[in-house]
Structures are given as C-alpha cells and as structure tokens.
C-alpha cells in the first residue's frame, strides 16, 4: 500500500520533516491513518476516515489528533462546506503544481507521465470566476506486469 504516498507528493516524507522539526516522535498510527486518508476519494470528512481505520481500531481521537496535525503540517486542508451543518472535509495537497500520473488499481503503482497537449487544453480553460493554480490528473488501469499476469492467468484456465 506504500506506493500510494507518491501520488501527494511525498505526503509522508512532509509529515516526518514536520514533526522532526518540531521536535515530535516517530507514530505508526499516524502514519497509518495518512495511508487510509490517500487511499480515499478527495475530499474526505473524519468519519469516512475513521471507517477506513476501522480494522485497525484507531480511536476517532486519534484520528482527530492526526487530521489536526495534518493541518498544521499542511498535508491536508479543510474545506467547509456552506449549506447546513455538515461536517468538514479533509482534502490532501498535492506536493507537485502539476500532476499526471497513471495509478495501477491492482498493485498500486503509480508512474508520472507528461502529456504537452493535454496540459494545453487544461490551462486554456480559463473563467473569470476561477483562477486555476495547479491540477492533477489520475488515470486509473492496470500496469503492464499486472496486464501480462491476468492474460496469463487466463490463458492457463483454458
Ligand atoms: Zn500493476
């Protein structure tokens, strides 16, 4: 699952300088409900979080604790939403200003690519009522080596 780090650009590696910084320890909880917040959907609230850890019964305090910190490190920022009451959510921040990376849904590994065109079309996109700062673009599938075992996996059942 480690893989998934890459795709916010070092999320963990800017966690860990944060806390050395100042002056923290070393968690593997921490570190483990960073993992789960990159494998969610963006943005995510802190009781989707707290689902995801559910298996490895990670208290909601905790949980709130880590979010806090992810704030601070800047790994993360809430975006709250306006009508009613619901609830904060949580979004990663990309590590790079701009991102094209093809993310392979079976063995998490991820690969940047560099697409001029597509880049073009993007930034030609421009409105008024939004200033674009930087995108990310994730293409999900399936790596060669992961394509080459599953035809091979079925060329041996016939
Ligand atoms: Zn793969």
Same mark, same amino acid.
């Given at each position: 699952?480690?893989?998934?780090?890459? #795709?916010f650009?070092?999320?963990?590696?800017?966690?860990?300088? +944060? #806390?050395?910084?100042?002056?923290? @320890? +070393?968690?593997?909880?921490? %570190?483990? #409900?960073? %993992?789960?917040?990159?494998?969610? &959907?963006?943005?995510?609230?802190? %009781?989707?979080?707290?689902?995801?850890?559910?298996?490895?019964?990670?208290?909601?305090?905790?949980? +709130?604790?880590?979010?806090?910190?992810?704030?601070?490190?800047?790994?993360v920022?809430?975006?709250?939403?306006?009508?009613?009451?619901?609830?904060?959510?949580?979004e990663l921040i990309?590590?790079? &200003?701009? @991102?094209?990376?093809?993310?392979?849904?079976?063995?998490?590994?991820?690969?940047?690519?560099?697409?001029?065109? !597509?880049? @073009?079309?993007? @930034?030609?996109?421009?409105? &008024?009522?939004?200033?674009?700062?930087?995108?990310?673009?994730? !293409? +999900?599938? %399936?790596?060669?080596?992961?394509?080459?075992?599953?035809?091979?996996?079925?060329?041996?059942?016939?």
């Amino acid at each position: 699952m480690g893989k998934i780090f890459k #795709v916010f650009g070092g999320a963990l590696e800017r966690l860990n300088a +944060y #806390v050395q910084e100042n002056g923290g @320890r +070393y968690s593997a909880v921490r %570190e483990n #409900v960073l %993992e789960h917040a990159c494998m969610l &959907p963006q943005p995510f609230t802190a %009781e989707q979080l707290e689902k995801a850890c559910q298996l490895e019964k990670i208290s909601s305090g905790t949980i +709130y604790n880590c979010l806090q910190l992810f704030l601070k490190a800047n790994i993360v920022h809430a975006t709250k939403r306006q009508k009613g009451h619901q609830a904060t959510e949580y979004e990663l921040i990309t590590g790079n &200003p701009i @991102r094209m990376q093809r993310i392979c849904q079976k063995c998490g590994r991820v690969t940047n690519f560099r697409a001029p065109a !597509i880049d @073009r079309l993007i @930034r030609e996109q421009k409105t &008024p009522s939004f200033f674009m700062q930087h995108y990310t673009l994730f !293409i +999900y599938g %399936e790596c060669r080596r992961c394509r080459m075992d599953s035809l091979e996996k079925r060329k041996k059942k016939s």
